[in-house]
């Protein structure tokens, strides 16, 4: 079976700190694909990035960053110079490559981080 | 270009009744997923549908059953409604059959069911 922890409950930084995500899944599968959605109080999931198993490459995005550590099954997303647009919940996800009739497979979530960046 | 919509917006039943909640895809997609999102949790999947057919389910009871239309647009059906089924129901399309891009799920905003 597979499984999303998000042990940070809500974090609250100051604008401008640089603040870490932390992410940690659990997966017998050998080809996975690892999710962060951004959910502001609309309530809609915005999609910020995706990552293969394979492909264990760090990523940059302007302010957004992702360290995908396979030997440590961890998934982290750190925004640097955080702004208060970016106060919102953030889920960290996992899903098999594809469903078994190759369309996209189930989503597991986290419990989700809610930030909160105050002036 | 229409990103993937919902409908309605908010909705309050009575436990024991029905309710049934639409979702159209994003434009080009064929595959529609639905998801449960009780208050502070993440989304739970319920199941997904592509060619008219249900292709993946969750640990969902039979209460929960979903329809796929030639149009690709989906509805969610739950009966006999429970205190419990109160949250936001959030609906992702993805293109179906796209090869690497059938990991691609754009979700809506969500219909958030009250039961009381």
């Known amino acids: 079976a597979q499984k999303v922890t998000q042990a940070q409950t809500e974090i609250s930084v100051v604008e401008k700190e640089d603040v870490t995500l932390d992410c940690v899944y659990e997966?017998?599968?050998?080809?996975?694909?690892l999710f962060w959605y951004k959910q502001p109080p609309s309530g809609e999931l915005v999609f910020l990035i995706r990552?293969?198993?394979?492909?264990?490459q760090n990523e940059i995005s302007g302010r957004y960053s992702w360290n995908f550590q396979k030997s440590t099954s961890s998934f982290n997303f750190t925004i640097t110079a955080s702004q208060v647009v970016d106060s919102a919940v953030y889920f960290c996800?996992?899903?098999?490559?594809?469903?078994?009739?190759?369309?996209?497979?189930?989503?597991?979530f986290g419990t989700g981080t809610r930030l909160q960046v105050t002036l | 270009d229409a990103g993937v919509t919902q409908s309605p917006t908010h909705l309050i039943k009575t436990r024991g009744q029905q309710v049934t909640l639409r979702c159209s895809p994003k434009?080009?997609?064929?595959?529609v997923s639905w998801y449960q999102q009780a208050l502070g949790q993440g989304p739970q999947f319920i199941f997904q549908?592509?060619?008219?057919?249900?292709?993946q389910r969750g640990n969902f009871p039979d209460r929960f059953s979903g329809h796929q239309f030639p149009n690709y647009s989906s509805e969610l059906n739950v009966n006999a409604l429970l205190l419990g089924d109160s949250a936001l129901y959030l609906c992702?399309?993805?293109?179906?059959?796209?090869?690497?891009?059938?990991?691609?799920?754009?979700f809506g905003p969500g219909t958030r069911l009250t039961v009381t």
């Open positions: 992702a399309s993805s293109p179906g059959l796209a090869g690497v891009k059938a990991y691609e799920q754009y």
């Open positions: 996800a996992l899903s098999e490559a594809v469903g078994s009739a190759g369309t996209a497979s189930k989503l597991t």
């Open positions: 990552r293969n198993s394979f492909d264990e």
């Open positions: 549908y592509y060619e008219e057919e249900e292709r």
């Open positions: 434009s080009g997609h064929d595959t």
């Open positions: 997966t017998r599968d050998t080809t996975y694909y």
